[in-house]
Nanobody, 115 residues
Framework: VQLQASGGGLVQPGGSLRLSCDVSRSIFRARDMAWYRQSPGKEREMVAVTNINGVIDYADSVKGRFTISRDNSENTLYLQMNSLKVEDTAVYYC??????????WGQGTQVTVSS
């Protein structure tokens, strides 16, 4: 299984980006799908997660600004990021699980928020 994250880049504070994660396997029955991020010197943290029941959760720091969504027909996970802040700068990773045993990760895409 391969996950290909894309959509990162350089954006000014207050700007928007949409990240995509293309998955090489059907995500129709994925147990859960999530976006994580990691800044230099910090641990990887969960940003947003959606599960097979449609339950969605966000880190407090991104609530109201980020939206996670999935397109089962395209096997793609998205993260719409609005009102970006300097502190959102990080490498963003997508993760998919079809069971409770193994998680698959994408390679990461860099998001830099700077004026």
């Amino acid at each position: 299984v391969q996950l290909q994250a894309s959509g990162g880049g350089l954006v000014q504070p207050g700007g928007s980006l949409r990240l995509s994660c293309d998955v090489s396997r059907s995500i129709f029955r994925a147990r859960d799908m999530a976006w994580y991020r990691q800044s230099p010197g910090k641990e990887r943290e969960m940003v947003a997660v959606t599960n097979i029941n449609g339950v969605i959760d966000y880190a407090d720091s991104v609530k109201g600004r980020f939206t996670i969504s999935r397109d089962n027909s395209e096997n793609t996970l998205y993260l719409q990021m609005n009102s970006l802040k300097v502190e959102d700068t990080a490498v963003y990773y997508c993760r998919v699980r079809w069971d409770a045993i193994r998680a698959y990760w994408g390679q990461g895409t860099q998001v830099t928020v700077s004026s």
